[in-house]
Every structure is written in structure tokens, then in C-alpha cells.
């Protein structure tokens, strides 16, 4: 995932759901097939989530980066 190139990003730390989704899905309507996204402070219980979605919905979940400060996703407009 070093090599990941993102097409565009977004923050998501501190937003209640349904927020992420509505942002997740607003850019990814707006990226090209096989661009990706990269999801800025995801909490724990969202990531299984956003796995989940990305298979029900034709997209490619790529997996995080966790540091101590951030956790990022990355997934691939399907």
C-alpha cells in the first residue's frame, strides 16, 4: 500500500454515521473505474463495514494503514 496513489481523499474522524457513507459515496460517484480512494480517520467498527460494501457493491477493498496517530482505507472504484 506505499505505492498507492489516491485520486482523491477524505476525512472521516469525528463524523457520526450515516456522514462517511454520504462522503464515501458523493466522491466515489465522482472517480473513474479503478481510481482510488483514500478514507482519512476511520474508527474500528467502520472498516468492517466499508469491507463488507465494497464487496456487496463491485468495489476493491484495499485495506488499511494504522499508525498511532491515523487509520486510513483505501479501496478501488469497481
Not at 505505492?3 to 456522514?19: D, F, M, R, Y
Request: charged share 30%; hydrophobic share 35%; net charge positive.
Amino acid at each position: 500500500l506505499d505505492e498507492v496513489k489516491p485520486a482523491a481523499s477524505i476525512e472521516v474522524e469525528g463524523l457520526c454515521c450515516p456522514l462517511p457513507q454520504k462522503k464515501k459515496k458523493k466522491i466515489l460517484a465522482k472517480l473513474s473505474m479503478d481510481d482510488i480512494l483514500q478514507i482519512n480517520g476511520v474508527q474500528y467498527n467502520f472498516r468492517f463495514d466499508l469491507k463488507a460494501w465494497c464487496e456487496r457493491n463491485g468495489h476493491c477493498y484495499l485495506g488499511p494503514i494504522e499508525t498511532y496517530e491515523s487509520k486510513t482505507i483505501f479501496i478501488q472504484k469497481g
